[in-house]
């Protein structure tokens, strides 16, 4: 059993992770850079390092550094939490190849499954629905038109590595395409360090749809439901349900059970979410994530799994702590990501939070790692915090959820709460009739 963990991770997903270690009495250590000294994963955790100043490359993305604190602290692993280095495919070499254990899949797999186009091609050959796209990296803006015009329009043209939205782009005509293909290139290259781009066809009203996966070592393989994450702007995510209102439960048992299989099949071990476009009553892959999402929680909510606590034992060497007849679905979840940015122009908000009080009462979770004093650096992602509400019904989970979002108060910043207070009381949304268009439509860019 692993004894104790670096969290390579800031925010509120440490301080998760350090819950997760708590209930498990592993010892912790957190990271941080200079900015972050009095943040709230340092304050509770059992050890800190500080590994550099507040620039991501020189603190939370130092590989060197964060290892050097691995071993100087006696971890015997490292979670990366998600973003950051959570899917480098060389840091978790790099961590294996220093006696540690890298709690997540293997270096192999993160790199073959963080290729979206790999990703794709391997999904279509255990026999998963695949968007049509590309069979490779689009190299030029004249191939990228000449497969556009092959394909038909629209495409979309996306970065092969990374995630959370950026590098993607939609032509809807020839004349987007060298635009649209150059500002994609542009974007992977500076949020991923990788600049390569291929194309995909273009679903005009899909909902986004994802399943969460756990598998350990003994080949065991089972999934957690689905979260339905269509309620986006710029192809990022701002709410989520679990369990999605278009999926009846013999839809969502037949299809979890035979993304398990696959899953199993391709022996990948961790926890893993594979994700789709739903149109036409159809499922489509389009990427797989190995890592911890940011809204695992709402999964944890209808299923009772501790996500974090099963990924941390799998990679101790544990079997799955229950199999897919014992998972049971209850009740209907929702997350609103509360990000530090202005509600109606999303410029992100930097500053010192003065006044915090966190919504309760029955069926709400705040995941954060905010305080009355606390500083939001201008370095870092904008997310602050995660509202979680659950309830017997959908029904009543949007009732919860207005009454937490009327409560909560954080002063001195900028922040999305009051968007979520609109997108709670919009006639399409507590109908469930949106897509991944909705809120851009209804709320502009």
Known sequence: MIKKILIANRGEIAIRILRACKDLNISTVAVHSTVDADAMHVRLADESVCIGPAQPRESYLNVPAIISAACVTGADAIHPG???????????????????????????????????????????????????????????????????????????????????????????????????????????????????????????????????ILADQFGNAIHLGERDCSLQRRNQKVWEEAPSIVLTPAFRDEFGRKIATAISQLGYVGVGTLEFLYENDQLFFIEMNTRLQVEHPITEMITGCDIVCEQILIASGEKLSLTQEEVKFSGHAIECRINAENPATFIPSAGTVSNYHCPGGPGVRVDSALYDGCKIPPYYDSLIAKLIVCGRDRQQCLARLRRALREYVIDGVDTLVPLHQKISDNPNVVEGKFDIHFLEKIFGN
Do not use: C, W
């Open 82 to 212: 998600f973003g950051f280095l959570s899917e480098n495919a060389m840091f978790a070499h790099m961590v294996k190849e220093h006696g540690l254990i890298f709690i997540g899949p293997k270096a192999d797999q993160i790199a073959m499954i963080g290729d979206k186009i790999m990703a794709k091609k391997t999904m279509a050959r255990i026999g998963l629905p695949v968007v049509s796209g590309s069979d490779g990296t689009v190299t030029s803006i004249e191939k990228a038109l000449r497969m556009a015009e092959k394909m038909g329009f629209p495409v979309l043209i996306k970065a092969t590595g990374g995630g959370g939205g950026r590098g993607m782009n939609v032509a809807r005509s020839p004349q987007d395409v060298p635009l649209a293909y150059e500002t994609a290139r542009r974007e992977a290259g500076i949020a991923f360090g990788n600049d390569s781009v291929y194309l995909e066809k273009y679903l005009e009203n899909p909902r986004h749809i994802e399943f969460q």
